[in-house]
């Protein structure tokens, strides 16, 4: 899938792992998705459930709305509950190089990209906007 930033930017998801992705999770579901993957876990540990359901299950709960961020201008594309995309713009012109925003999303000269695993320690978490 390919967005287009209205600065002229290309927002590619064509591979796992991107820098510039993240999974957004409501505040109001982060409890009781919390206590379904506890629920599921015990499941599995405790044999009432085979693994591949219990794998199936969590992949399941955590089906999240996506929000990607313009590597050069910092635009949010954030999914509704429709998935319908909606651009959400910094409310000042910064300097894309110092501006804040999902680590390792900005572009700079001979920077390498970095995986993008362990930059989510936990599921919708969004970087201060300042």
Not at 2 to 30: N, R, V
Not at 47 to 70: D, G, K, T, W
């Amino acid at each position: 899938m390919k967005l287009q930033c209205p600065c002229g930017s290309i927002i590619s998801d064509s591979t796992d792992g991107l820098p510039c992705k993240a999974h957004l999770i409501p505040d109001q579901e982060w409890v009781p998705l919390s206590i379904s993957l506890e629920k599921v876990v015990a499941d599995a540990v405790s044999r009432r459930m085979e693994l591949e359901n219990a794998f199936m299950q969590i992949h399941l709960l955590l089906a999240s709305r996506l929000v990607y961020q313009c590597r050069d201008c910092g635009r949010l594309f954030v999914d509704d509950n429709q998935h319908n995309s909606h651009i959400y713009t910094p409310s000042s012109d910064v300097d894309p190089k110092t501006r804040k925003g999902f680590p390792g999303c900005h572009r700079s000269a001979g920077a390498k990209r970095t995986p993008g695993y362990d930059q989510w320690r936990i599921a919708g978490f969004l970087p201060p906007a300042n």
